[in-house]
């Protein structure tokens, strides 16, 4: 079996960064290593790839415009540039692919937006939106002036598209039809003022977790797959209750066997660990560790699931820890791994 696995980092292009970065993980050997830039481009903040690992879509900035970027990727993981469809403002960030590679999605914090594009069948390129979707409303926290859309992936199932609306509490789940159109089919308000931002489905396609920004919870949900409607069976913090420092939420992740749930913190600067049971889905605290660094924004688990990378957007590093299947527990390996402004961690499907 092969034991070195391509993964790649979306980031902030302010100060060094030149784009998308991509790296190595040598599996064996327990490092990380071969990290190179793979593509120039402004502000690619948030990775997706192709079940099929033929294509790599990106937030991306052009000028004044923002949007989605495609590209191909060679046997060696070398991206080449495919399309972009980018429109005034700034852009999305969040980005996702259906199974099939017929579309992608993405969220736009800044415009309020969810948009769907489908996908040339024949190359890979992006063509043009065929639903944009405005929302409206605000939220009892300052930075709730306006719709904040933070997240924007398919259920288990790809009936659905769930998106996250940090910036009016709110998961509003869109029926997607067979020409990408979005309509929507629920909506469900969520704890006021606790700015949900990332969401990450449990193998068994009914339970999804939410990772809150502005509350720093995750939000346990149960999903129905009849009608699109999620509603809600736990709040569970991800901070100490002696913390009293800022923090803010980040990413959320869980393992392909549905027993651990991981999940960022922005100041406390951790990923907290907490145990799923195994009917409910609820979850019940292990551990933080720390990520060695400032800001984790995003982190993954590998190919084997034996190890996390996590990204240190403000330290500019990536932080590799070794995983314990068993316990759920996290060890560092390595942390000196140095990329500037890391925001997404992505790898190659098996």
């Known amino acids: 079996m092969n034991s070195k696995f391509i993964g790649y980092v979306g980031t902030y292009t302010k100060g060094e960064s030149k784009g998308i970065y991509s790296f190595t993980l040598d599996a064996n050997e327990g490092k990380i290593e071969n990290l190179q830039a793979a593509a120039e481009l402004e502000n690619p903040?948030?990775?997706?790839?192709?079940?099929?690992?033929?294509?790599?879509y990106s937030v991306t900035k052009e000028g004044n415009n923002g949007g989605v970027a495609s590209f191909s990727i060679n046997e060696a993981g070398g991206l080449t540039a495919i399309n972009s469809e980018c429109s005034e403002g700034s852009p999305p960030c969040h980005v996702s692919v259906d199974n099939k590679n017929y579309f992608v999605f993405s969220a736009n914090y800044h415009k309020g937006i969810v948009e769907s594009h489908p996908i040339n069948q024949e190359n890979g390129s992006i063509q043009p939106a065929v639903s944009v979707m405005k929302h409206e409303g605000r939220g009892p926290d300052p930075r709730q002036e306006k719709p904040h859309t933070h997240y924007a992936?398919?259920?288990?199932?790809?009936?659905?598209?769930?998106?996250?609306e940090l910036g009016i509490d709110a998961l509003i789940t869109y029926e997607v039809s067979n020409d990408g159109t979005l309509t929507?089919?629920?909506?469900?308000?969520?704890?006021?003022?606790?700015?949900?931002?990332h969401l990450a489905f449990h193998p068994n396609g009914t339970i999804a977790y939410i990772m809150t920004e502005f509350s720093s919870e995750v939000i346990v949900l149960t999903y129905h797959p009849e009608n699109g409607h999620f509603t809600e069976k736990q709040y569970i913090s991800t901070l100490p209750d002696d913390f009293q420092d800022n923090n803010q939420g980040s990413a959320i992740h869980i393992s392909s066997d549905g027993r651990f749930v991981y999940a960022g913190n922005r100041g406390h600067n951790s990923i907290a660990?907490?145990?799923?049971?195994?009917?409910?889905?609820e979850l019940s605290f292990i551990e933080h560790t720390s990520t060695e660094g400032d800001w984790p924004r995003d982190f993954s688990l590998d190919p084997t699931e034996k190890f996390i990378v996590?990204?240190?957007?403000?330290?500019?590093?990536?932080?590799?820890?070794?995983?314990?299947?068993?316990?759920?527990?996290?060890?560092?390996?390595?942390?000196?791994?140095?990329?500037?402004?890391?925001?997404?961690?992505?790898?190659?499907?098996?």
């Open 45 to 56: 903040t948030y990775l997706a790839i192709s079940k099929n690992n033929k294509f790599l």
């Open 153 to 164: 992936g398919l259920t288990s199932d790809e009936k659905y598209l769930a998106v996250v």
């Open 184 to 197: 929507e089919v629920s909506r469900l308000p969520l704890k006021a003022g606790s700015g949900p931002r």
């Open 273 to 281: 660990v907490f145990r799923a049971d195994i009917l409910s889905g």
């Open 310 to 350: 996590a990204s240190n957007q403000e330290s500019s590093n990536l932080v590799l820890f070794t995983r314990d299947a068993s316990s759920g527990r996290l060890t560092l390996l390595q942390s000196d791994i140095t990329v500037p402004h890391p925001v997404c961690i992505k790898f190659l499907n098996l």
